[in-house]
């Protein structure tokens, strides 16, 4: 099982925080994709999974261009084989939610103070100014943040990739659309410890094509929102039928 990656930019030149991300691609062994001049984002992640030399086992990393992983590479690595080896598991990533409501919103506030979301990630330009988000617990959820994914080819070859019909932007909601197709297949998405810096705070106030995607993609899964994993709530406590891979850490 081989790792690859694709990371798609639209800048001309790389900056220096994707330049260090290749180098800890490499330390890692695996193989890395830059995406330039694309016309959207699902064209190039499309086109580029068809571009590797990968086999359908092979795990796939979809991620943005400005993070940084702070995970050791060789934990790193062996994270994404131990949970992406199980034929059920669909997407891994580092921050979702076990309760999608039909607003669309993955972090919507009120779940959020339910106690419905997973998963953490850093913010901020270098690791001296970088601050924590702390959305919950590691675990199953239903759909994940697109700053970091990762899947087996099969699994990727197996949902729709192109840009769905009634969607205006080329560049948002990308995530949420194929991570939900894997949930609606019964396959189980997780978060994972990974700690990763992440130099954009996901600003969206100007992001039309953002809200219109939402809109679409809502109007699209209606019958299937809102939707929640398999998971108890008990005084508070999440309790997981299925915790793998702590003995990684």
């Known amino acids: ?38 016309k959207s984002i699902f064209d190039a992640y499309n086109n580029g999974i068809d571009e590797l030399n990968a086999d359908f086992d092979d795990i796939i990393i979809l991620c943005h261009d400005d993070i940084e992983i702070l995970t ?11 949970s992406l080896s199980k034929s059920d598991v669909g997407f891994v990533g580092i921050a ?3 309760v999608f409501t039909d607003s669309g919103v993955w972090w919507d506030g009120q779940q959020w103070k339910a106690g419905s979301h997973s998963g ?3 913010h901020g330009k270098d690791l001296q100014t ?4 702390h959305f919950g617990p590691i675990s199953e ?8 994914l990762a ?26 659309f194929f991570t939900f197709q894997t949930y609606l297949k019964k396959m189980k998405n997780y978060t994972l410890p990974i700690q990763i810096r992440h130099e954009s705070i996901g600003e969206l106030a100007g ?10 993609f809502c109007k699209m899964m209606n019958k299937h929102l809102p939707a929640r994993n398999r998971v108890q709530v008990n005084s508070g406590e999440i309790r997981q039928s299925f915790e793998p891979w702590t003995s990684l850490l």
Not at 207 to 216: G, I, L, P, T, V
């Open 1 to 38: 099982m081989k790792i690859y990656s694709l990371t798609c930019t639209r800048s001309s030149d790389l900056p220096e925080t994707t330049l260090n991300l290749l180098e800890y691609f490499e330390r890692c062994n695996i193989e890395s994709k830059i995406l330039t001049g694309q």
């Open 72 to 82: 050791d590479p060789k934990v790193f690595t062996q994270l994404l084989k131990e």
């Open 96 to 98: 979702g939610t076990r």
């Open 120 to 122: 953490y990630v850093h």
């Open 130 to 133: 970088m601050s924590e988000t």
């Open 141 to 148: 959820v239903v759909v994940m943040d697109g700053v970091f």
């Open 151 to 176: 899947a087996t080819k099969r699994t990727l070859r197996s949902i729709q990739l192109n840009k769905p019909k009634g969607f205006n932007g080329d560049w948002d909601f990308y995530d949420i």
């Open 207 to 216: 992001r039309d094509s953002w809200h219109k995607n939402r809109e679409a």
